[in-house]
C-alpha cells in the first residue's frame, strides 16, 4: 500500500512538474520578445524617448508583464547589453595556452572586438543617454566589466616572453581597453568606414607595439 501511495504521488507530480517547465518556457519567451522590442526602440529613439508602455506595446504583452519581467527600463537595456557578451573562460583559456605572446593577445582582441561590434548599437544608445542617472550608472557598471576582461587577459599575457616592462599592469589593461572600444570602433569603423576587419588588425598591431614592444 505505502509503495503504491508512493508511486500515486510520483504520477501527480509530473503534470505538476510539466505545467512549471511550461510556465517557465513561455516566461522566457516573454523575456525575449520584450528584450528585441525594446532593443529595437533603444536603437530607433534612444533610451530616454523609449516608454516602457511603447516597449510592451511593441513586444506584443502587458505594462504589468514587463515590469514583473524586469522591473524597470534600465533594467531591460542592461539584460538586452548583457546578451551580446562572451563568456570569458574558453578565450582566457586560449590566451593561456598560445606560448607566442603577440599571437595570444590577437586571440583575446579578435573576441574582444567582435563584442564591441555586436553592442556597439547598444553601448552608442547607454553613452547617449549617460546625462541621466541611471544610464550613468550603467554605463560605469559596463565600463568596469570590459576592463576587468581586459585585466585579466593582461594578467596571462604578462607570463609570455618579451611582454612589456614599460608600462604597468594597470597602463596596458587601459591601453587595451581604449585601443578596443566601442568609442575607437565608432570613429574608425562608423565615421571613417573602416571594415571591421582592418579595425581589428589596426587593435591588434597597436595593442601589441605596447604589450610586446
Not at 570569458?88 to 599571437?103: I, K, Q, S, Y
Not at 570602433?185 to 604589450?211: C, I, K
Request: glycine share 6%.
Amino acid at each position: 500500500m505505502e509503495r503504491h501511495y508512493s508511486t500515486a504521488v510520483q504520477n501527480a507530480d509530473r503534470p505538476k512538474e510539466r505545467s512549471r517547465a511550461a510556465r517557465a518556457q513561455r516566461a522566457e519567451q516573454t523575456r525575449e520578445r520584450i528584450l528585441v522590442a525594446a532593443a529595437g526602440l533603444f536603437v530607433e529613439r534612444g533610451y530616454l524617448d523609449t516608454t516602457v508602455s511603447a516597449v510592451a506595446k511593441a513586444a506584443g504583452v502587458a505594462v504589468q508583464t514587463l515590469y514583473l519581467s524586469f522591473g524597470s527600463k534600465i533594467a531591460i537595456l542592461e539584460a538586452a547589453l548583457a546578451g551580446t557578451a562572451v563568456p570569458a573562460g574558453p578565450r582566457l583559456d586560449e590566451v593561456r595556452a598560445e606560448p607566442h605572446g603577440p599571437t595570444a593577445l590577437a586571440l583575446h582582441v579578435a573576441v574582444a572586438a567582435a563584442a564591441v561590434e555586436r553592442r556597439y548599437p547598444l553601448a552608442a544608445v547607454l553613452r547617449a543617454a549617460a546625462a541621466d542617472p541611471e544610464p550613468a550608472a550603467l554605463l560605469e557598471r559596463e565600463r568596469a566589466d570590459v576592463l576587468l576582461a581586459h585585466a585579466r587577459a593582461v594578467d596571462e599575457l604578462a607570463d609570455k616572453p618579451g611582454f612589456t616592462h614599460r608600462i604597468s599592469l594597470q597602463q596596458a589593461t587601459e591601453a587595451l581597453g581604449a585601443l578596443c572600444s566601442p568609442e575607437t570602433y565608432g570613429l574608425m569603423v562608423v565615421e571613417h568606414g573602416w571594415t571591421f576587419p582592418d579595425w581589428q588588425d589596426w587593435v591588434a598591431r597597436h595593442a601589441a607595439a605596447d604589450l610586446f614592444p
